[in-house]
């Protein structure tokens, strides 16, 4: 099955200390992106990658690393989460960045205390 | 970059069509409009997109009026799983590649 997954699904942490979020897609997809989603504030690209080794920031880069050492992987890195970091976050992948449609993981909600 | 306008909800009998408008006036001859929808916080899915012509797949119709100001799209038979938010985006290409602009989008409600 054709699938873009996210783990952990759900997580809570403390500022501080590192975290990272996997995304992983199935599909041999070139370009990879994740946002974020707020409430009042709708969802917002963090980085992008349109292959491997080729990334870059979306409108909400601070505080976030990304790396693409694999097409099907592209990991989320929080080095020093902060609360203002706590939501709800999306991978997507899609064949190309221009008019494919994109796919959506199911989401990781990450609370930092 | 071109901006869509939506309706913030809307509530549609179960069984009918759901015809959901979506206002993008300011949209330039190359960028297309896409749908996606959200259900209670899953990942957005995609729905359907195009350019100038009318598009239909099995999910849905999307009609764009011959300038282009606007767009409508159509559930054709909605059923309590459609209900969700539905974003009605322009696709922004420059110098922002591949990213979806996601505005608050209309919220759907499917009821029995």
């Known amino acids: 099955e054709a699938q873009v997954t996210q783990n952990p699904r759900y997580l809570i942490t403390v500022t501080g200390k590192k975290l990272t979020v996997t995304c992983s897609q199935n599909m041999n997809h070139e370009y990879m992106s994740w946002y974020r989603q707020d409430p009042g504030l709708g969802l917002r690209q963090i980085y992008y990658s349109m292959n491997v080794e080729v990334t870059d920031k979306g409108d909400v880069p601070e505080g976030y690393k990304v790396s693409r050492k694999e097409k099907r992987n592209f990991p989320l890195i929080l080095e020093s989460p902060s609360p203002n970091q706590t939501s709800l976050y999306f991978c997507?992948?899609?064949?190309?960045?221009?008019?494919?449609?994109?796919?959506f993981g199911p989401g990781t909600r990450l609370t930092v205390t | 970059d071109a901006k869509t306008t939506q309706p913030p909800s809307m509530d549609c009998a179960e069984g009918r069509a759901a015809n959901l408008p979506c206002n993008h006036s300011t949209i330039s001859g190359n960028e297309y409009v896409y749908w996606y929808r959200q259900i209670h916080s899953q990942g957005p899915q995609y729905i359907i997109h195009?350019?100038?012509n009318n598009e239909t797949n099995e999910m849905a119709s999307l009609i764009i009026t011959e300038d282009r100001k606007s767009s409508t799209l159509i559930l054709p038979h909605a059923t309590l799983r459609d209900t969700a938010v539905y974003y009605c985006i322009v696709r922004v290409e420059t110098g922002s590649w591949g990213k979806l602009q996601f505005g608050a989008g209309t919220q759907v409600v499917v009821t029995p």
């Open positions: 997507a992948s899609s064949l190309g960045y221009t008019t494919y449609e994109q796919y």
């Open positions: 195009g350019l100038k």
